[in-house]
């Protein structure tokens, strides 16, 4: 059973922006009790820009500079994690991901092939963005989603996304001194999305992509509990599933196979594709596959494979997919039977290749 832990840049810094050594320490020695019961864990940990701002005495910076930076804190920060993992006999490996890792496939399986041979080994991966090389326009900006992604990639049994509240409450706590906590989430609408707004203090990712991460493991199969990092025990509460130890979202009851998985969560959308209501229709009561004479039409560039995301009349997307042709492929034969066009597959997107997005 594998375990992902990620701890938020709130909880690991002061407000000086310095790492808090005790922090790492504590959750370290956590996760050294979770080992003894015999689980595999894997953290995910933020604060390397953090630690690297603090370390060169400076605030703000352009993309370029937070890269730079980022390199900088990072290595602090593994030294900290390496140092309190081996006061419990506990070896830890640094893995940095970028957003690539998860759209390529091939990628996708290598980061899985490195991560399982990790915890295969005994060591505990310590996971972060690479932020070095990620600049603004490719970053996933966020290590809750990255957890999300990692959970799924190793079919973990839970989530557990560490924080500075103790957990999705219903009001934002600086505004509202009667919000409370939400102790279980069995499923994620629009109206809770709109309730948990506001980044934590000094993170990036706040409560939204807090459940955006768990929406993404729910559809795993994998339950997810966001909760405080101060609590003492947390981890192993979380993953015994103690009564109010934060917020669990509830796992739904079928996993998706992890190709479909990966079309709907990792791989990054290169265009769109509207389709008539008649097509819709097929798609979602017959799983059928897309085919040109529903298309009503395209945007973006994309290629044979790229995914791409498909709109309902309504202007909704409500699907996901690798096409089978080309984007200008698409805008021929829009609108048309397939006989139309016998150079290009019959399909848009074969239905194989079709999520219907949650
Ligand atoms: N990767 C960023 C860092 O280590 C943090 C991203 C986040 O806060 O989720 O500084």
Redesign the pocket.
């Known amino acids: 059973m594998t375990v992902v832990v990620k701890i938020?840049?709130s909880s690991l810094t002061a407000e000086s922006g310095d790492l808090r050594e005790s922090a790492i320490a504590q959750l370290c020695a956590q996760v050294a009790d979770v080992r003894a019961r015999g689980r595999r864990v894997v953290i995910v940990?933020?604060?390397?820009?953090?630690?690297?701002r603090a370390v060169l005495g400076l605030d703000g910076g352009d993309a370029v500079t937070l890269q730079a930076v980022?390199a900088v804190?990072?290595t602090r920060?593994m030294r900290m994690y390496e140092s309190a993992l081996d006061a419990h006999g506990l070896v830890g490996g640094q893995v940095l991901l970028a957003p690539l890792d998860f759209f390529e496939r091939q990628q996708y399986l290598h980061a899985r092939g490195t991560l399982e041979k990790l915890l295969d080994l005994g060591v505990v991966p310590v996971i972060?963005?690479n932020?070095a090389i990620a600049d603004d326009a490719i970053r996933?900006?966020?290590?809750?989603r990255?957890a999300a992604l990692v959970a799924n990639l190793l079919h973990a049994e839970v989530l557990v996304l560490l924080t500075d509240t103790e957990g999705v409450l219903t009001a934002d706590p600086r505004v509202d001194v009667s919000a409370s906590l939400i102790e279980e989430i069995l499923e994620i609408d629009r109206e809770l999305d709109a309730v948990v707004t506001g980044p934590s203090l000094r993170?990036?990712?706040g409560m939204a992509?807090k459940l955006s991460a768990a929406r993404i493991a729910a559809w795993s199969g994998i339950r997810t509990v966001i909760a405080n990092a101060e609590r003492p025990n947390v981890l192993i509460d979380a993953i015994d599933g103690v009564a109010g130890v934060g917020t669990t979202v509830v796992a739904r009851d079928t996993r998706w196979p992890a190709r479909k998985l990966w079309i709907a969560f990792a791989v990054r959308a290169l265009g769109h594709i509207a389709i008539d209501e008649g097509a819709k229709r097929a798609l979602v009561e017959r799983g059928t596959s897309l085919l040109g004479i529903g298309v009503t039409s395209v945007d973006g560039k994309f290629g044979v494979g790229d995914a791409v995301e498909v709109l309902g009349p309504d202007g909704v997307v409500f699907a996901k997919g690798l096409v089978s042709m080309r984007s200008d492929q698409v805008a021929e034969v829009a609108g048309r039977h397939s006989a139309f066009a016998p150079h290009v597959p019959d399909e848009v997107i074969h239905r194989d290749e079709l999520v219907l997005m949650p």
């Open positions: 938020g840049t940990t933020s604060a390397a820009i953090h630690a690297g980022s804190g990072q920060l972060n963005e932020d996933f900006g966020d290590n809750d990255i993170g990036s990712g992509s």
